[in-house]
């Protein structure tokens, strides 16, 4: 670990014309973009006072697609995915248009077209895309649709922006620093091993039901860290906060009041029961010794069909429990034991908190305690006070954060991947 970073000087705040430059001279080569420096940084500029905008009281989130409309796929070819609806007219690029249409164009869905007019940055119409290219982030087995390698400028929330190339971030404004990285907490190496006994489970299930196929790690570990991904998009896309806690065991833990617990039966548990059926699913349609997330992208069935979008709506139990005062807590297997729980003020507070500058912790900072609002400093408390405990933190800006204990540290990851 290093903590070299505790006395270095206040970072310089990062703009749009920085995240221009960046966005130039780490595009590739090869593929030089179709819009000029001078407008790129007009549309960052414009895109960043949007994200500052409401239009009633719904906060402005929405995708600038850089492109012109007769350079996309012909209509009529869904495989594509994407469907131009041209305006008669253009309309001037501005913010005060841009807050007016971004809540008919929603961020999961939709884009606004910009190019190029006589010099000047033009909204041509809408561009509808579906959800498919949300399925990396989403947990789904299909990598998404590439229909275009031209600019996307994704808009967030306050303050936050990213232009994204064929899917994979190029540079972001994200809290005033200029993110030229990820942050994926779900593929570090250090999470998996909270669930270790859980997977272990259903693998030995798997063997003692069946046995004709060996169970790979990968597989359980990757299927629910499918279902979590979805999860968290959902609590991100209600645009409210919320405080997950995980912990080994189905009892409540000391220093935790329930408001609203479950009675433990089979439906609390329908997670468990969900991937050993569709484990047994993904065997059913191979024939090797042994499956793996390999065999799990590349397998397709009514079955598994059915299970998956099953499991994918568990997700959804998970974040719409998350919507009211209080935490979720679940059991390390994704059981419900119930939510509204308050974490009590009498559980000690860790004297620091580390912040994780990588997705292993390897690197860190620390952190003022203080600096956090009430459902952070609550996630620490606990963590510190059960260390095989796992807290993931929702902000009400759309901020993820993952706090665990490590070597005796409460830490804490940002999980920076924002669609």
């Keep these: 670990m290093s903590d070299s970073d505790a006395s270095s000087s206040p970072r310089e705040l990062a703009y749009p014309p920085d995240l ?51 350079a996309l796929p012909p209509q009529g070819a869904s495989s594509d995915g994407v469907l131009p609806l041209r305006f008669d007219r253009s ?11 971004a809540p008919s164009t929603p961020f999961e869905t939709s884009l606004i ?18 959800p498919a290219w949300l399925s990396p982030t989403w947990g789904g087995r299909d990598l998404g649709p ?36 990820t942050i994926d907490v779900l593929a570090s190496n250090w999470l998996p091993t909270h669930f270790d006994r859980a997977r272990e489970e259903i693998r030995s299930l798997h063997a003692a039901g069946r046995g004709a196929r060996t169970v790979e790690h990968s597989l359980v570990g990757r299927i629910s860290q499918n279902m979590l991904r979805r999860c968290i998009q959902l609590v991100r896309s209600a ?56 065999t799990f992208v590349t397998s397709h069935s009514v079955e598994m069909d059915r299970l998956e979008k099953a499991v994918f709506e568990w997700s959804r139990v998970i974040a719409n429990l998350a919507a009211i005062d209080g935490a979720v807590v679940l059991d390390k297997s994704f059981g419900v034991i119930g939510f509204g729980a308050e974490v009590s003020a009498e559980l000690p507070t860790p004297t620091r908190v580390w912040r994780a500058l990588d997705r292993e912790g390897e690197r860190r900072r620390p952190e003022d305690v203080e600096a956090v609002g009430t459902r952070h400093r609550a996630a620490y408390r606990f963590v510190n006070d059960h260390p095989d405990a796992l807290a993931i933190v929702f902000s009400h800006d759309g901020g993820v954060t993952f706090v665990a204990s490590q070597n005796g540290d409460v830490v804490v990851w940002e999980q920076v991947t924002r669609p």
């Design 20 to 70: 221009a430059r960046w966005t130039v001279a780490h595009w590739p080569v090869q593929a030089p973009m179709q819009i000029s420096f001078a407008l790129l940084q007009e549309a960052l500029e414009i895109a960043f006072q949007a994200s500052m905008t409401r239009e009633e009281a719904r906060q402005s989130r929405f995708r600038l697609l850089l492109m012109r409309a007769d």
């Design 91 to 101: 309309r001037p690029l501005d913010v005060d248009e841009l807050r007016r249409l």
């Design 113 to 130: 077209g910009v190019h190029e007019e006589n010099g000047a940055l033009r909204i041509w119409g809408l561009a509808h895309s579906g």
């Design 146 to 181: 590439i229909w275009t390698t031209d600019p996307i400028v994704h808009v967030n929330g306050p303050g936050q922006i990213a232009v994204r190339r064929a899917g994979i971030l190029v540079g972001a404004l994200e809290h005033g620093a200029l993110v030229d990285t």
């Design 239 to 294: 645009q409210h906060g919320g405080l997950v806690l995980l912990r080994d065991g189905a009892q409540t833990s000391a220093g935790l009041r329930l408001k609203y617990r479950f009675e433990p039966d089979e439906a609390t548990r329908r997670y468990h029961a969900l991937l050993l059926a569709l484990i047994d699913a993904v065997a059913n349609t191979t024939s090797s010794p042994s499956i793996d997330w390999d």
